[in-house]
């Protein structure tokens, strides 16, 4: 048994916190799950970093949604490289969920992208607590979360 | 009681450290309050660094408006970068409420958008400090800092 | 014999980490080679401090591919980013093998590419192995990886 | 009496070390000056550190100028992101007194902008050594360095 | 006498790291020279940093060159960024000597321009050696590296 640290925020308009929960739990592994939820994708790299250090947490997914405006992208820009900092200061993964809002076309696509793009690095997550070869029969193969998988490239 | 760092800066046309202090106090709660006032967003990270280190503090509002040029757009994403790590050097949050002064129409619109998103940011920093799930209740539900809510969309 | 750490994505449309590996064993030189394989390019750098750290490594060949939107140039970079900061945290060399897909001009074109940079920088892994003057004689020779070499501009 | 770093460069094409040297001597403060020239704008970052660590300066002014092509906004961008590095590693501010070369319109204009820029940041160091809320009076009342003020928005 | 690390790349289309040794050697100044080839600018940080850690050098020259396309220019930035954490990590310079392959004209403007500048920064090398204040007669002169000097704006 694993503790998965699922951290997640106000701003997003979906509640994907709770989609990776559910994910988690519908996969029948028994992990402790702790949740930390915050305004908006800046305030998720210290809730991670507060998951792995206060809540003994062993992964985390961090799920947030970054808005249209190009401040936003700066935004979306800085706490992503800030969570790749939390990884190298604990030697642990997080799973970015991050979901563009202009990546959608209206409000049900947007929901689409964010449940599918949740479930899929939930799951991802779930892989990596395996160990390092997990995934390795997916290398190449072309997955993509939020849509479809796009495949490989036959090299023979 | 917890500490309570409120960092602004003299470049802002409008006093957002005052907002933030006000908005604590007219909380009701019982906290300790900190001020720390430098000259432009880029002396902010440091100013809520040591807020933590000398000053004792728990969490830190980091307030300041980032001009029209492009040059401004640079500061303000360098000094994003560094309240990014100020907050993993710490394990505490710094709630960043930055101000850009083309989201704005004109200077009363300027006025209304820094404060407003000056007394939600001081209000969710006083909700963090009550611990990781005080604001899972509002996840996904589309909150937003200086303008309206934007609303959750609903997944059933 | 020095042990090389193999990182690689199940975001790529080609096998790179496999391609990595059998480079090096058809050189003919023994050494450990461990994979890591992750869903993309920004969870290669903590696997990439992994492998140094809980796996020994001496060095890292760490292959991703980067789609073709504005997003995922963000992530690439990120990821660049992080990765430069695994080197300097750890004193070892990372050869960081990205492949934009917006580079080829179709799906045969990408796998020459891919393979053609994966080999020629697991050999260049190979090379830093055997010191810091090992690819001396080739300096300033217009080396490329992915496309063919340019040569190097003669001053005399 | 404290003891204040100045960095500047010899690309710079206004002496501004010297402007801020003279700014604080006419100050009537007494304080001990050290100096250090490097280059350019990206050698000033290890110069600020090394004008804490090994000179003992309890603040910096480092001033640069930024040509005007695009290679050297980003070696501007560089230089700053290192700079907040240097103040979090020392808990020390760093007064960033850079000029583009592209805010001018004539080698008149730029050197008045870089002569009021160095000295009115010269003076907001000597006002951050006497404490945090030194500069709070003037706080949220849109200061500039380099230009004219453009004042506070009135909230009443 | 002081150890001095070159490191250069195999990338470059103009052997800078051999001029950088040639301009020490031709200064009469007796130092020890360390050289370090890496395939391109990326590879160039982790080289400097290990010159300092397992070489003993006081400082760097790290020579590189960038392609044309908006990737490279991306690859260099990120190279930069990290040249910067190395010197902030050692408290020691590095001189970062590239050269945009956009800036030349054609092959021959490129061997000048490359030349000029790695000559030039190898004997800013030097001078910093000397100490902080030797490049103070010449701040704010307007020098150059790569083309001629602009010279300073007479304040007076």
Known sequence: ????????????????????????????????LVRYTVPGVKDLPVAAKRLFAEHGCDIVVACGMVGHEAVDKACGHEASTAIQQVQLMVDRHVLEVFVHMDEAEDDADLLLLATNRTRKHA?????????????????????????????????K
Chains 1, 2, 3, 4, 5 share one sequence.
């Open 1 to 32: 048994m694993a503790a998965i640290g699922i951290a997640d925020t106000t701003f997003s308009r979906v509640n994907m916190g709770r989609i990776a929960e559910d994910t988690i739990r519908e996969s029948g592994e028994q992990h402790r």
């Open 123 to 155: 799951l991802n997550a779930l892989a990596l607590l395996k160990g390092p070869t997990s995934l390795t029969p997916l290398a190449g193969t072309g997955r993509r979360q939020g849509r479809n998988d796009v495949g490989g490239i036959p090299d």
